[in-house]
């Protein structure tokens, strides 16, 4: 399985201002517990499940031990499949139906703190069904809103939660800029179909704006940027309280990778137009390349300094979380993701 390294990159021209004030703030966990999920482990466990080696917990005691919920991403109302193959695998695993909670789908049209509120409400929900503490996975936009969450919220995550997985997360996104803005405009230095996807996806937006207007903007940098900035300065106390509970899943792919392997087709062209204007660059085998998932670069599914990076995996925005049409990958990926969460929570 490819991999790219765990380690954080800034943004393509430097890393910015506010996640240097996010990294320095972040300082204030030198009095964190030490977290339940570590990256070692972690991705040794997906390997080993993946041959067959994975020792997963059998007593019943440790079945029922976590509620499991997951929070969906944008657009989630047109998805078909979203965490299909995570929820079946968890049943696989022995975990009862009863702990394997509905997904939640924040609103599309609704901003970050807006959904983050809506969030927290059904989590409080969740958590009042019985005394187990609840694991919740969130993806994309929806990771941005457990993130939210947690920080408004730090006492209900330590009572309430025992880890937060957010997924792919998409602390802004260069899609959502160039469909909000316009900017940067494609140019010659992208492959000649893709930029013609993108551009006539820009046109599609433009059409649909006003529906998912406060949706969209909320994923620009911009106004991830001021977000992240408010939350640093109103909630900086609640870093401490949540960061040993805050889990980061990445992805990356190479737009021009193995067609059997690689990005799916729909996100290519986005995946070329992050590569060339926005994402950190990395050189592979030969060719500079600016990593990212289709959607989110690399150095934005994570909030430096907060929280653990759990590991970096060769996916699409789609694959981890959706099933096959809307990702390209099988089944496998999602199980062993799975398979090492309820490994390493046991542990």
């Known amino acids: 399985?490819?991999?790219?390294?765990?380690?954080?990159?800034?943004?393509?021209?430097?890393?910015?201002?506010?996640?240097?004030?996010?990294?320095?703030?972040?300082?204030?966990?030198?009095?964190?517990?030490?977290?339940?999920?570590?990256?070692?482990?972690?991705?040794?466990?997906?390997?080993?499940?993946?041959?067959?080696?994975?020792?997963?917990?059998?007593?019943?005691?440790?079945?029922?031990?976590?509620?499991?919920?997951?929070?969906?991403?944008?657009?989630?109302e047109g998805l078909v499949g979203y965490f299909h193959d995570n929820r079946r695998a968890l049943l696989d695993f022995g975990i009862p139906d009863y702990l394997i909670e509905a997904p939640i789908y924040p609103p599309s049209i609704n901003t970050v703190e807006a959904n983050a509120q809506f969030v927290l409400e059904q989590l409080k929900k969740l958590r009042q069904k019985g005394d187990q503490k609840l694991v919740v996975i969130g993806h994309s936009k929806g990771s941005v809103e457990l993130f939210t969450t947690a920080m408004h919220a730090p006492d209900f995550i330590t009572e309430g939660v025992e880890a937060l997985i957010l997924v792919q997360s998409a602390f802004g996104s260069g899609v959502a800029d160039y469909m909000v803005t316009g900017k940067p405009a494609v140019d010659h230095r992208m492959p000649f179909l893709a930029r013609k996807v993108v551009a006539t996806a820009g046109l599609l937006e433009s059409h649909l704006h006003s529906l998912i207007k406060?949706?969209?903007?909320?994923?620009?940098?911009?106004?991830?940027?001021?977000?992240?900035?408010?939350?640093?300065?109103?909630?900086?106390?609640?870093?401490?309280?949540?960061?040993?509970?805050?889990?980061?899943?990445?992805?990356?792919?190479?737009?021009?990778?193995?067609?059997?392997?690689?990005?799916?087709?729909?996100?290519?062209?986005?995946?070329?137009?992050?590569?060339?204007?926005?994402?950190?660059?990395?050189?592979?085998?030969?060719?500079?390349?600016?990593?990212?998932?289709?959607?989110?670069?690399?150095?934005?599914?994570?909030?430096?300094?907060?929280?653990?990076?759990?590991?970096?995996?060769?996916?699409?925005?789609?694959?981890?979380?959706?099933?096959?049409?809307?990702?390209?990958?099988s089944s496998d990926i999602r199980i062993n993701l799975m398979a090492a969460i309820v490994h390493g929570l046991a542990q």
């Open 1 to 76: 399985m490819d991999t790219a390294p765990d380690h954080c990159y800034g943004p393509k021209n430097g890393r910015s201002e506010m996640k240097q004030i996010v990294y320095l703030l972040s300082l204030l966990c030198i009095v964190c517990q030490a977290a339940p999920l570590d990256s070692q482990s972690f991705r040794a466990a997906m390997d080993a499940h993946r041959i067959g080696t994975l020792e997963l917990p059998s007593e019943q005691s440790e079945l029922t031990k976590y509620r499991y919920a997951f929070v969906a991403g944008f657009l989630n």
């Open 214 to 329: 406060d949706g969209m903007e909320s994923l620009t940098h911009l106004k991830t940027n001021e977000l992240l900035s408010k939350l640093m300065l109103s909630d900086k106390e609640s870093i401490p309280q949540i960061s040993d509970k805050l889990y980061f899943i990445r992805g990356w792919e190479e737009p021009g990778h193995n067609p059997l392997k690689g990005i799916t087709e729909i996100l290519k062209p986005t995946a070329w137009y992050l590569a060339t204007y926005f994402c950190k660059s990395k050189t592979i085998d030969g060719r500079i390349y600016g990593l990212n998932d289709g959607l989110v670069c690399l150095e934005d599914q994570s909030v430096a300094g907060i929280g653990t990076i759990l590991t970096t995996l060769s996916a699409d925005h789609a694959d981890l979380m959706t099933t096959i049409p809307t990702s390209n990958q």
